[in-house]
């Protein structure tokens, strides 16, 4: 007799959202075997190798053989550079020992933080549009989002004062991404000053994700959560050398800021990982050191990318959300179509490929998000192909 086992999904697997991503893909494969070029703008993975300096020392350490070993919470030379970067950057001080704390990126760090802080049926403030992981990490915890909607009027900043008290006296977290995405909204010292008397005021902790932090084009530079007076009584930031060292296979980011925080995550991640292979710790203290001098390459690069996208976007009669810094364009399209129908027409009409912006959230719909993670050749391409779209 043949007895089945039946595998299925545990009732927790319905938290994580279909993925669009592998859709788009295999939309825009259909569309370059039909013999069409095809541009995609759709994920937000940095196009920019890393720094020679930091893949040489990537490559140097690799070939010796004492460097395979665990290295558990993480060298505390890191630590020291992300120090030394926040000092020089922001004017921030932080102890590398107690107010750093070394992810394998930042998704890692973001998914597992809800889990140390939140209890079953606990609020976490999160934005509508946000960046996907947030939800999963406060669903597989047990809490619950509440979404602030981000609009055009406040410039597409949540309006925390719109939050329920009922809320409030539930909620342990707030999350904010600035510059955000997919909605590239800038941060001011006014609002987070704003946020930090909102925190004390309510007891809630803050998680700043400022992965983007290093993608400005004016020389208004995204300014640190943690620059605040009283920042660090209430939260941390997370920051990832993905975006702005071009190292996201590399899998390396942190968290600083508040000590009691950064104890408590300590203690989970030694639950959860042993730590990133010590060459790749090693190349991001090359980066984390030549970090002027890096990102500013980086920003030369995008700012051109950002002026394309929006001059065409313009030509095209599109709703560019005016912005000053962040990885993407966010635009609205003049068409009345659903999100993610419009986008699958635009693969097969032009073969340009951008993501639905329903998917960060319902505040999404009828919007796009556009990375600029192409050279600007195909940039121009892109917004050539699309003058050329037919919708009806
Ligand atoms: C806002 C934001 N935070 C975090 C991440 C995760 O980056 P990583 O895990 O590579 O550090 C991303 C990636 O797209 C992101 O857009």
Redesign the pocket.
């Known amino acids: 007799m043949c007895i089945r086992l039946e595998i299925k999904p545990s009732s927790k697997m319905s938290i994580f959202s279909p993925a669009i991503f592998g859709d788009l893909k295999a939309a825009a494969y259909n569309k370059q075997e039909s013999g069409a070029t095809v541009y995609d703008l759709s994920l937000?993975s940095p196009d920019l190798p890393p720094d020679d300096k930091v893949r040489q020392r990537l490559a140097e350490l690799s070939g010796q053989a004492n460097m395979y070993g665990y290295t558990l919470g993480g060298l505390p030379s890191f630590n020291e550079a992300v120090s030394n970067y926040y000092r020089r950057r922001s004017q921030v001080d932080l102890d590398p020992q107690t107010e750093v704390l070394q992810t394998m990126?930042?998704?890692?760090g973001?998914v597992h933080l809800p889990l140390a802080f939140c209890n079953e049926g606990d609020y976490v403030l999160t934005t509508n549009p946000a960046?996907v992981?947030y939800e999963t990490g406060i669903k597989l915890a047990g809490a619950i989002p509440y979404e602030m909607p981000l609009r055009a009027e406040n410039d597409f900043l949540p309006v925390l004062a719109d939050v329920p008290a009922d809320i409030l006296e539930r909620t342990k977290l707030l999350i904010l991404?600035l510059p955000?995405?997919p909605v590239p909204a800038m941060p001011t010292m006014e609002y987070f000053q704003e946020v930090v008397r909102f925190a004390k005021k309510h007891h809630i902790m803050v998680l700043h994700?400022a992965?983007?932090s290093e993608y400005y084009f004016t020389g208004d530079r995204p300014i640190s959560f943690l620059s605040v007076d009283g920042a660090k009584d209430v939260g941390i930031e997370i920051n990832?050398l993905?975006?702005s060292f071009s190292l996201?296979g590399a899998?390396i980011?942190y968290f600083a800021g508040n000590a009691k925080m950064i104890k408590i995550m300590r203690e989970l991640k030694s639950n959860l990982d042993y730590g990133t292979f010590q060459p790749i710790q090693e190349a991001a203290i090359v980066a984390l050191n030549n970090a002027e001098e890096i990102t500013d390459r980086l920003r030369k690069t995008f700012s051109k990318r950002h002026k394309i996208i929006m001059e065409g976007m313009a030509d095209l009669g599109w709703q560019a959300t005016p912005s000053k810094g962040g990885m993407f364009v966010w635009a609205k399209y003049p068409y009345d179509l659903d999100d993610v129908d419009f986008v699958f027409q635009a693969i097969e009409q032009v073969g340009v490929v951008m993501v639905p912006g329903s998917i960060f959230g319902s505040e999404g719909a009828g919007f796009v998000r556009v990375a600029l993670v192409q050279e600007e050749a195909i940039l121009e391409g892109a917004i050539e192909q699309l003058k050329r779209l037919d919708i009806k």
């Open positions: 937000g990126g930042s998704q890692e973001l960046y992981a991404n955000g995405n994700d992965a983007y990832s993905s975006k996201a899998r980011a």
